[in-house]
């Protein structure tokens, strides 16, 4: 910016607005990833609120047993809503389906 400025360049409002993003942009991509966040509006159609709540704890790294404790569900009751998950997304297994809900953009990275 100071460069900008030495040489007498004044950058119209929305191409500092733009330049400003990128660079705030940048400089997020080089912070660590603290927790990754489903985006509910963009699966509130294909999932059910149970398979967002599972998939929202799997992307916090919870296993079944963790998963049962917290929505307070048989594991069993778990393990039928991953499989049902899986089937959904066209997924393996659980890992499969975080990459594919990662590549479809169904989640923001928290920094």
Do not use: F
């Amino acid at each position: 910016m100071d460069s900008l400025e030495c040489y007498g360049v004044y950058l119209e409002q929305a191409m500092h607005e733009e330049l400003v993003q990128q660079l705030h942009e940048q400089k997020l991509r080089d912070r660590p990833i603290k927790r990754l966040v489903l985006r509910e509006s963009d699966v509130q159609y294909r999932l059910t609120k149970n398979e967002r709540a599972v998939l929202q704890h799997i992307l916090d790294g919870h296993n079944n047993r963790s998963i049962a404790e917290h929505m307070y569900l048989a594991p069993s009751t778990v393990s039928t809503v991953i499989s049902h998950l899986l089937k959904k997304l066209d997924a393996n297994d659980r890992t499969d389906a975080m990459v594919r809900i990662i590549r479809n953009g169904w989640v923001d990275a928290i920094r």
